[in-house]
């Protein structure tokens, strides 16, 4: 099961059919992307764009031989924000992501990007992903790009996060002293 992106693995035997490679393999009706397809036992692909809906597995080798898996394979519906709090932040903010089929039918997410600055996902279930923005020297505004553990992508339209060029602390004064000490930072 998966979305668009999804990587997936079909495991059988004589996926060659006789043959060298594997030339075509449908996912639910839809072309997927090759991979590696050279051997009799395994074919790695990645899943595009389909109707959500459970449809056959269709692996064909350069001599016509087909291998199918009657209804293997689950689209899911695309995931999709919600909400997403605070909408801009510096390194270190704490970013909530809200929506549906944000793991992509995977376990986890593995990465985030806020407006192009990579961030540190710090939980993730298929409705909500806790981030940290990442560092940047300038400020920018982008999507959020999701990347679930089995590589499918949960991408915002526009502009939905705006990173801030992260704060600099230039003096702290005084540098030293005891508890109860008054310290002007700026």
Known sequence: QGQTGTRVTIAGTRLLGGGSQIVSVKLGGQS??????????QVIVTAVAGQA??????VQSDTGALAVAENGWLYLAVGTFTAISPASGQFGTLVSITGTG???????VSSVTLGGVAGQVVNSSDTVVFVTAGVSGVSRAGPIVLTSST???VSSSGNNWTQLADGTVTQVTPQQGVAGTRVTIS
């Open 102 to 108: 944000l793991l992509g039918g995977g376990a986890s």
């Open 32 to 41: 997927a992307t090759i991979v590696q397809g050279n051997s009799d036992t």
């Open 151 to 153: 590589g499918t992508i």
């Open 53 to 58: 809906g459970q449809g056959h597995v269709v």
